[in-house]
Nanobody, 127 residues
Framework: VQLQASGGGLVQAGGSLRLSCAAP????????MGWFRRAPGKEREFVAA???????YVSDPAKGRFTISRDNAENTMYLQMNSLRPEDTALYYC??????????????????????WGQGTQVTVSS
């Protein structure tokens, strides 16, 4: 599955951005999808996930500020990021798994087992 992330940019602290992840040629309604990020000098971090049947998870650092959603008609997943902080600065990746099995879905909702990755979109938050 080809994934295309977009929507990153430079924003001041407290601002908002909405990231998008499209999957050209593939119907996302059957995919469990997620967002990861990698900040300079740090390991990749799991941010959020949305299952193929609509269940969502947002990691503690993003909880209350980020919202993950999907529009199956637009074939696009979104990450709405509000109240951005300088520590949110990172390269954000969208990802997906094609399996709809219960175990694979549960693992993906915990940030594991993803096998399709987009190219990343840079988010920079200035203080």
């Amino acid at each position: 599955v080809q994934l295309q992330a977009s929507g990153g940019g430079l924003v001041q602290a407290g601002g908002s951005l909405r990231l998008s992840c499209a999957a050209p040629g593939h119907t996302i309604s059957s995919l469990t999808m997620g967002w990861f990020r990698r900040a300079p000098g740090k390991e990749r971090e799991f941010v959020a996930a949305i299952s193929w049947h609509g269940r969502t998870y947002v990691s503690d650092p993003a909880k209350g500020r980020f919202t993950i959603s999907r529009d199956n008609a637009e074939n696009t997943m979104y990450l709405q990021m509000n109240s951005l902080r300088p520590e949110d600065t990172a390269l954000y990746y969208c990802t997906a798994i094609t399996s709809t099995g219960s175990l694979a879905t549960a693992q993906a909702m915990n940030g594991r087992g993803y096998d399709n990755w987009g190219q990343g979109t840079q988010v920079t938050v200035s203080s």
